[in-house]
């Protein structure tokens, strides 16, 4: 199993003036946005380093931030009770929903960018009609009993899965009726995040610090990986879905075999919280924190063509957040 760590290349983007809780970037990473508990949207050049603008509509600290696949849309939500809907060529708002009773702790968009799912604390998940035109509710989601932190939508847009602090996670149909098919539970803690591979498998993680692999059907876990020490953030898996990636408080990034439930690499980063995780079509990984942002490219560390791991060399950025409330990057060239 491979073992790396390294703080080279960093460069300090300097904006927020309070904690950074959520940050994402766009599909072809050209853009990156940046939420904090000052109330303000950060949008960013990845490239060079600049700040396009800073954004200051929401009313609360911001929660989640989320950039729609065909990178048409950005969303954000805040503890103010609404998401706002922005298009990403100009940093202009579209509309500002409104509907959950309390703040709004994650908001994703589905891989057509027609919907938006928002979860809050209010126990509710709301589904979203999205487009240029108007942007309006489609459908409560209820059945949680305690907040709704993280949500996800499967490739071919047939089924939702939402995360709760209530331990469980929901299963919704949306075609023929949206309705709740399945309740899976397993995990001893909150569920922090929920995430579908491209072959629609399903995997969980939680603050009882493992990742769940799914047997939907049976409403069982089929594999519990077993190895984090800190609460499970968010997970990602591969484009050909083999391999899956964690990350977690305890400042590393695990890859696990998706067959076997073995982890077949360790990733040591230089943050205390990891919000965003995902592969890049390279088959590199991309992660970011929430009191910094950090990125890992290990040339060579997973080759998807060969469908194999091979040996970490020595090609490896990082990123990190320094304690004053910047953000960390680097140069991608």
């Not at 009993?145 to 996800?152: F, G, L, M, R, Y």
């Not at 969980?204 to 800190?230: A, F, M, Q, V, Y």
Request: proline residues 2%.
């Amino acid at each position: 199993m491979n073992t790396r760590k390294d703080n080279s290349n960093i460069k300090v983007l300097k904006a927020h003036t309070d904690e950074i809780n959520t940050c994402a970037f766009s599909s072809d990473l050209t853009l990156l946005l940046t939420g904090s508990d000052d109330s303000t949207v950060c949008i960013w050049n990845s490239e060079t380093g600049l700040l396009i603008q800073t954004l200051e509509r929401h009313q609360g600290p911001i929660r989640c931030c989320c950039f729609s696949l065909d990178n048409q849309y950005f969303a954000t939500s805040s503890c103010d009770r609404t998401i706002i809907i922005w298009k990403a060529s100009n940093c202009q708002p579209i509309t500002t929903l409104k509907g959950h009773h309390r703040s709004v702790e994650v908001c994703c968009f589905s891989p057509d960018s027609n919907l938006l799912c928002s979860g809050s604390w209010d126990n509710r998940a709301i589904l979203w009609k999205i487009s240029q035109k108007s942007c309006q509710l489609y459908t409560d989601l209820v059945g949680h009993t305690s907040c709704v932190q993280s949500c996800a939508f499967s490739p071919d847009v047939h089924y939702l899965a939402t995360g709760s602090w209530d331990r469980t996670i929901r299963v919704w149909k949306l075609y023929g009726g949206i309705r709740c098919i399945k309740v899976l539970k397993g995990h001893r803690g909150n569920v922090h995040t929920v995430v579908y591979s491209s072959q629609n498998h399903l995997a969980s993680g939680s603050w009882d610090k493992t990742i769940i692999l799914w047997d939907i059907d049976n409403e069982c876990p089929l594999r519990i990986l077993c190895g984090h020490e800190g609460w499970i953030q968010v997970c990602a898996f591969s484009p050909d879905a083999m391999f899956l990636a964690s990350a977690a408080d305890d400042e590393s990034v695990r890859v696990w075999e998706v067959s076997t439930g073995n982890c077949t690499s360790v990733l040591q980063g230089h943050v205390n919280e990891v919000h965003a995780c995902t592969f890049l079509p390279s088959g590199h990984i991309f992660t970011s924190g929430s009191v910094g942002i950090w990125f890992k490219k290990e040339s060579g560390l997973l080759n998807l063509s060969t469908e194999s791991l091979n040996t970490v060399d020595d090609d490896l950025l990082s990123m990190q957040h320094a304690p004053d409330n910047d953000v960390s990057t680097f140069n991608f060239s």
